[in-house]
């Protein structure tokens, strides 16, 4: 249904992906509150070092959509050093503390048209998550050792989250 201002927008986009993922709206103010935290347990196989980190910026994706912090990729990866330094200090305090910071996790859902159903269909788009870069950039750094044991256990039949296999060819 058509929608006459940005907010009645904004709601309807979040009543399809509720209905989509099967899920309910959750404030982030109220997940926040609720201090939860996501514990890691178990010892770290990779170091964090300046220029592990800088490494980990440098693959970092142009040209994309920020997450709730509202930093691009671009602004880390022209902050050289100087950024990296600062950053394995900050990496290397989440690591040791086993403790993901809350304002990394989730991210914003925004709406991409599919080019397959007219403009005003819901279901001709589909919704991409846009996480904050600082916590992709933590992603990156155990990447090298994380993914030769994913592939090695990811089952044969699986499609999506698998490199090369994703749902559209399940």
């Known amino acids: 249904s058509l929608t006459s201002c940005e907010l009645?927008?904004?709601?309807?986009?979040?009543?399809?992906?509720?209905?989509?993922f099967g899920g309910r709206p959750l404030q982030?103010?109220?997940?926040?509150?609720?201090?939860?935290?996501?514990?890691?347990?178990?010892?770290?196989?990779?170091?964090?070092?300046?220029?592990?980190?800088?490494?980990?910026?440098?693959?970092?994706?142009?040209?994309?959509?920020?997450?709730?912090?509202?930093?691009?990729?671009?602004?880390?990866?022209?902050?050289?050093?100087?950024?990296?330094?600062?950053?394995?200090?900050?990496?290397?305090?989440?690591?040791?503390?086993?403790?993901?910071?809350?304002?990394w996790t989730g991210g914003r859902i925004v709406e991409v048209h599919k080019r397959v159903e007219p403009f005003d269909i819901c279901d001709g788009y589909r919704g991409i998550l846009l996480a904050d870069h600082m916590g992709k950039g933590l992603c990156a750094l155990p990447e090298r050792h994380v993914t030769p044991a994913y592939c090695l256990h990811t089952p044969v039949d699986q499609y999506g989250a698998a490199s090369g296999k994703g749902t559209d060819m399940a």
Not at 39 to 65: C, I, M
């Open 8 to 20: 009645e927008r904004q709601q309807r986009w979040q009543e399809h992906f509720c209905d989509v």
């Open 28 to 103: 982030r103010e109220a997940l926040a509150a609720k201090k939860v935290t996501v514990e890691v347990h178990g010892s770290s196989a990779f170091e964090v070092t300046p220029t592990n980190v800088l490494q980990a910026l440098a693959k970092l994706k142009r040209d994309r959509g920020v997450g709730h912090d509202g930093v691009p990729a671009e602004l880390l990866q022209a902050g050289g050093s100087a950024v990296a330094v600062k950053l394995s200090a900050l990496f290397g305090r989440v690591v040791v503390d086993e403790r993901w910071p809350f304002d």
